[in-house]
Nanobody, 126 residues
Framework: QVQLVESGGGLVQAGGSLRLSCGAS????????VGWFRQAPGKEREFVAA????????YYEDSVKGRFTISRDNAKKMVALQMNSLKPEDTAVYYC???????????????????WGQGTLVTVSL
C-alpha cells in the first residue's frame, strides 16, 4: 500500500516557477510508476507528466513539454515536478498518482490509477 502527499502549491505570477513534491509512504514505492495530473475548475482531470519506476523514462503532456520536469528519488520516496515559465492556463489542483501495473506511456489523457494524493492548488496570475 502506498499513500501519497503533495506539497509545494501556491500562488505565482505568470512566467514564474514552482516545485511540487509528492512524498510517499510504504516499502514498495520503487515498484511504482508515478505521475502528476491536474484538474482546472470546470474541467476534467488530465495527465501532466509521469516517470517510470527507476526514473529512466519520462512522459509529458504536450503543453508542458520544455517547461515542466518530473524526477524521482526512490531512496527518499519522493517525486518532484519542477514547473517553469508558468502560464495562467496551468492553474489547477495538481494530483500525484502511482500505479504498479499500468505503463505510464498509457496514462494520457487520463487513467484511473491505484493510488492518488489529495492534491495541491497551483494558481498562476497574470
Amino acid at each position: 500500500q502506498v499513500q501519497l502527499v503533495e506539497s509545494g502549491g501556491g500562488l505565482v505570477q505568470a512566467g514564474g516557477s514552482l516545485r511540487l513534491s509528492c512524498g510517499a509512504s510504504g516499502r514498495t514505492f520503487s515498484n511504482y510508476a508515478v505521475g502528476w495530473f491536474r484538474q482546472a475548475p470546470g474541467k476534467e482531470r488530465e495527465f501532466v507528466a509521469a516517470i517510470n519506476w527507476n526514473g529512466a523514462s519520462t512522459y509529458y503532456e504536450d503543453s508542458v513539454k520544455g517547461r515542466f520536469t518530473i524526477s524521482r528519488d526512490n531512496a527518499k520516496k519522493m517525486v518532484a515536478l519542477q514547473m517553469n515559465s508558468l502560464k495562467p492556463e496551468d492553474t489547477a489542483v495538481y494530483y500525484c498518482a502511482a500505479d504498479r501495473w499500468q505503463p505510464p506511456s498509457s496514462w494520457s489523457p487520463y487513467k484511473n490509477l491505484e493510488h492518488w494524493g489529495q492534491g495541491t492548488l497551483v494558481t498562476v496570475s497574470l
